[in-house]
Structure formats: structure tokens, C-alpha cells
């Protein structure tokens, strides 16, 4: 079983920067494609980020491209979310989601296809 923890959240200005991280003690991190998810209160799950497992694929949602990177260093079995000029349309819980590579990583904004879900992290962002 994989276990997700996030950390990072908090409070922070619009037009500041946060950076998100997502940790596991699975020995087979390498073989997890990874995303990060947000939920701003009374709307569904978003689309924001994902990776591959090797870290060469990257694809964003609309709202983050631009502003948000994603990364992950499978030494330290750690994916993050670097948030740059966040605005207060950005305040949400930020999950952080997981499934196998085998997989494929055609379909990274798919919630219902992630196997894997951490508790997540508030964001706040106050203008």
C-alpha cells in the first residue's frame, strides 16, 4: 500500500510563492506516476500538476501553467509543487495523488484512474 503525505501549505500573500511537498516510504517510488490536485470549497477536484515516474513528462492545468512547477527527486522519494505569483483563486486543499506507471501517463487529469490519495494541505491565499 502507498501512503502520500503532504506538507508545505499555509497561509501566504497574493502574488508570493509556496512550495509543496509530497512524500512517500515506498520502495517503489520510481514506478508512481504523480499529480497534484486541489478542491477550493464548494467545487470539485482540480486538475494542477503531474510527473512521470522518471520526472521527463510534465503536463499542467490551465490555472497553474506558467505560474507552478512540478518536480520530484526519486532519491529522496519526494514529488513538489514550486506555486509562484499565487493569486487568492489558488487558495485550496492541495492533494497529492499517485497511480502505477503502468498506467501509461495519457490520462494525468483523470481523478477518478489515481489510486493513491494523500490527506492534503490547505493553501491560503489572502489578497
Known amino acids: 500500500q502507498v501512503q502520500l503525505v503532504e506538507s508545505g501549505g499555509g497561509l501566504v500573500q497574493a502574488g508570493g510563492s509556496l512550495k509543496l511537498s509530497c512524500t512517500t516510504s515506498t520502495r517503489t517510488f520510481n514506478s508512481l506516476n504523480m499529480a497534484w490536485f486541489r478542491q477550493a470549497p464548494g467545487k470539485g477536484r482540480e486538475f494542477v500538476a503531474a510527473?512521470?515516474?522518471?520526472?521527463?513528462?510534465?503536463n499542467y492545468g490551465d490555472s497553474a501553467r506558467g505560474r507552478f512547477t512540478i518536480s520530484r527527486d526519486n532519491a529522496k522519494n519526494t514529488m513538489y509543487l514550486q506555486m509562484n505569483r499565487v493569486q487568492v483563486e489558488d487558495t485550496a486543499i492541495y492533494y497529492c495523488a499517485a497511480r502505477d506507471k503502468s498506467a501509461g501517463f495519457l490520462e494525468y487529469a483523470t481523478v477518478d484512474l489515481y489510486d493513491y490519495w494523500g490527506q492534503g494541505t490547505q493553501v491560503t491565499v489572502s489578497s
Open positions: 510527473i512521470s515516474w522518471g520526472g521527463a513528462l510534465t
